[in-house]
């Protein structure tokens, strides 16, 4: 068997989720650790939180792959004694890598969004409008459903603790748009090409005003639900990529949404 470094696990994750392809504001790539380290075992998960890092350190893992980055904005102090201090000394102290895969895996094809999409049962899924990659999708339901109908439909195979619904009125639903994570900025976007529907997390109150004025349907599914499906995804994808080296790859399948219905 091959021996694994982190570069070469970077470059894998590269061919799915290009760089070029993440947002401006964006900072995926590698947040910690040495391009040339070996790497026999991998942790993939959404977060780097205190616990992943916890499973990393006890499965003797060399790097985190995560989805969001540990590391946003530049950081002016390391000090162990504030939280993000203490995941860097940690990490650090046990020479487990980081690295991200943000914005970019949620534009790529077989990303984020195209694995949501899959997951709510949609066909026919494109990108906006002529755009090589975009943020969202764009796709159709089987089954034309009432609005209630296709928030449970979303709760249930999002496994979602529960859904928000923005109902716009007594329309059916056919075609719909998604984008995981925090996506109601493009909610307009998706309804200038069509969607009488749109699937994301995070939306606030004036957006779902300006979705009931034109007329969209939105479900609010959470931030966490709409992206961990990636995790089993990029997890199966490194296993098939790296299937010639001498790694093993594990994923986070205990983290839970941090928000409870109550």
Same mark, same amino acid.
């Given at each position: 068997?091959?021996?694994?470094?982190?570069?070469?696990?970077?470059?894998?994750?590269?061919?799915?989720?290009?760089?070029?392809?993440?947002?401006?504001?964006?900072?995926?790539?590698?947040?910690?650790?040495?391009?040339?380290?070996?790497?026999?075992?991998?942790?993939?998960?959404?977060?780097?939180?205190?616990?992943?890092?916890?499973?990393?350190?006890?499965?003797?893992?060399?790097?985190?792959?995560?989805?969001?980055?540990?590391?946003?904005?530049?950081?002016?102090?390391?000090?162990?004694?504030?939280?993000?201090?203490?995941?860097?000394?940690?990490?650090?102290?046990?020479?487990?890598?980081?690295?991200?895969?943000?914005?970019?895996?949620?534009?790529?094809?077989?990303?984020?969004?195209?694995?949501?999409?899959?997951?709510?049962?949609?066909?026919?899924?494109?990108?906006?409008?002529?755009?090589?990659?975009?943020?969202?999708?764009?796709?159709?339901?089987?089954?034309?459903?009432?609005?209630?109908?296709?928030?449970?439909?979303?709760?249930?195979?999002?496994?979602?603790?529960?859904?928000?619904? %923005? $109902? &716009? /009125?007594? @329309?059916?639903?056919?075609?719909?748009? !998604?984008?995981?994570? #925090?996506?109601?900025?493009?909610?307009?976007?998706?309804?200038?090409?069509?969607?009488?529907?749109?699937?994301?997390?995070?939306?606030?109150?004036?957006?779902?005003?300006?979705?009931?004025?034109?007329?969209?349907?939105? %479900? $609010? &599914? /959470?931030? @966490?639900?709409?992206?961990?499906?990636? !995790?089993?995804?990029? #997890?199966?994808?490194?296993?098939?990529?790296?299937?010639?080296?001498?790694?093993?790859?594990?994923?986070?399948?205990?983290?839970?949404?941090?928000?409870?219905?109550?």
């Amino acid at each position: 068997m091959r021996r694994c470094t982190v570069q070469i696990v970077a470059d894998v994750v590269n061919r799915l989720a290009p760089r070029r392809l993440a947002e401006e504001w964006d900072n995926p790539g590698l947040l910690v650790g040495d391009w040339s380290a070996t790497v026999k075992r991998i942790f993939v998960c959404l977060d780097a939180l205190d616990e992943n890092i916890s499973r990393a350190i006890e499965l003797d893992a060399q790097l985190i792959v995560a989805h969001h980055p540990l590391i946003f904005h530049a950081i002016k102090n390391v000090r162990f004694d504030l939280p993000h201090g203490r995941k860097l000394e940690r990490l650090i102290k046990n020479d487990v890598a980081v690295f991200a895969a943000h914005t970019n895996l949620d534009s790529a094809a077989g990303g984020v969004n195209d694995v949501l999409a899959q997951r709510i049962g949609l066909v026919d899924v494109k990108m906006f409008g002529d755009e090589e990659f975009s943020l969202g999708r764009l796709g159709m339901l089987e089954t034309p459903m009432t609005a209630v109908e296709f928030a449970r439909h979303v709760k249930s195979v999002l496994n979602a603790d529960s859904v928000r619904l %923005v $109902d &716009a /009125g007594d @329309f059916l639903i056919s075609k719909v748009g !998604v984008c995981g994570g #925090a996506g109601a900025d493009i909610i307009q976007k998706a309804k200038f090409f069509g969607a009488q529907a749109f699937v994301t997390g995070d939306v606030k109150y004036h957006e779902a005003q300006a979705a009931v004025e034109n007329k969209i349907h939105v %479900v $609010d &599914a /959470g931030h @966490f639900a709409t992206e961990f499906p990636i !995790v089993h995804v990029l #997890a199966e994808y490194l296993k098939d990529e790296l299937k010639d080296f001498d790694v093993e790859i594990f994923e986070d399948t205990a983290s839970k949404d941090f928000f409870a219905t109550i």
